[in-house]
Each structure stands twice: as C-alpha cells, then as structure tokens.
T-cell receptor
C-alpha cells in the first residue's frame, strides 16, 4: 500500500530538548516536504527536498532542520524546541520535482512543547 | 501577505444540495491549482486539480472552475453527502518553483 508514515503521532516535550520526527515513503518519490498546520493559518511549508541531498527552505524554516540521506526518508529535526513550535506537522511526498501533481500526506504528528 | 485565500472559514449545506467552496489567489505566477480534503486526525488527501490552461475540470461529483482573469477558483460538490464533511484546502503552485502554497481551509458540514 502506497503511504507516507510519520512517527511519532503524538509527542509532548520540554523546551530545549532536541527531537526528531521521522517520515518515510514507499512510493519512490523524489519530492518530499514538511508542513505545519496551525489554527487560522492553514498549512505552511517548512522545508522541502527535491531529491537525495537536495533540501531547501519553505515559508517557515526557522527553528527546524532536515536531512535527505536516502530517497525514502526525510526527518524533521528540532534542535531546541520552543513553545511556538507546538503544532500539527505533516510530511508529504510526490513523484515529480514540482508540486504540480498529487502529493501524498502522512497522518500527522501533533507536537506540544511545554 | 497571503497568496492563496479562502475567505469562508466554514460552510453548511444540506445533503443533496450543491456545495461551493471558493478560493482566490494573488500571485499571477501560479499555474496549477489543487484541492485537498482533510478529515480530523488524518493527513490531507488529494481531491482534484486544474491547470491554468483549462477553465474546468470534472471528476464525478467534484468540479473545479478556474477564472484566471479574476484569479478565482471554486470547487463544486454535487450532490453533497454527509461524508463530504471535512476541511477543504485550496493550494497553488507556480512553474519553476518547488513549493505548494495552501489557503487556510474551509470547513464543510453537510447535514442529513
């Protein structure tokens, strides 16, 4: 089954404690990206990757890091989480380099930073 | 500055009637538009898309209309069903740019 898998689904952490949210896709997609969803703000792109070892900033990259060492994985790293990073995070992947095609989203990771 | 706007946070429709969800955009570079549907506790799922070379695309009960001169698109659902109750996101992309810009979403409630 084609899918994008994020882990964990829920996470509560304390300010400053480094964390990683994993994302894996089994569709051999080149393009992967991370979004955060906040009330009244919709989905905003954090980082994206067009292929292995190619990453770039989206609209709200501050406080986040990513890596793309393998095609299937695209982890999101918060080196020093802060309460304003409390949000619902989604990973997405698509076949082509540009997002003018169907993107598949993961189930989401609800992160709370206290 | 928000480039993709969904000005109606919510919409209520009776089952069997038409649902019309609207989306406006400001960036004239956008050339591809998509609608995603999102249920609670799930990720968004692709619904339908339209290229700027078209003004209409239809898929079953779902039709998207694009008015480039007005920078406006709309999603029509006919007939609406209770299972259509979800948040609908409008999204846009521009050729040569590797990002997808989303609107804030419209919550659709279809009552029996």
């Amino acid at each position: 089954e084609a899918q994008v898998t994020q882990n964990p689904r829920y996470l509560i952490t304390v300010t400053g404690k480094k964390l990683t949210v994993t994302c894996s896709q089994n569709m051999n997609h080149e393009y992967m990206s991370w979004y955060r969803q906040d009330p009244g703000l919709g989905l905003r792109q954090i980082y994206y990757s067009m292929n292995v070892e190619v990453t770039d900033k989206g609209d709200v990259p501050e406080g986040y890091k990513v890596s793309r060492k393998e095609k299937r994985n695209f982890p999101l790293i918060l080196e020093s989480p802060s309460p304003n990073q409390t949000s619902l995070y989604f990973c997405a992947s698509s076949l082509f380099g540009q997002m003018n095609t169907e993107a598949f989203f993961g189930q989401g990771t609800r992160l709370t930073v206290v | 500055d928000q480039q993709v706007k969904q000005n109606s946070p919510s919409l209520s429709v009776q089952e069997g009637r038409i649902s019309i969800l609207n989306c406006d955009y400001t960036n004239s570079m956008f050339d591809y538009f998509l609608w995603y549907k999102k249920y609670p506790a799930e990720g968004p799922t692709f619904l339908i898309s339209i290229s700027s070379i078209k003004d209409k695309n239809e898929d079953g009960r779902f039709t998207v209309f694009l008015n480039k001169s007005a920078k406006h698109l709309s999603l029509h659902i006919v007939p609406s069903q209770p299972g259509d109750s979800a948040v609908y996101f409008c999204a846009a992309s521009a050729r040569g740019y590797s990002t997808l810009t989303f609107g804030k979403g419209t919550m659709l409630l279809v009552s029996p």
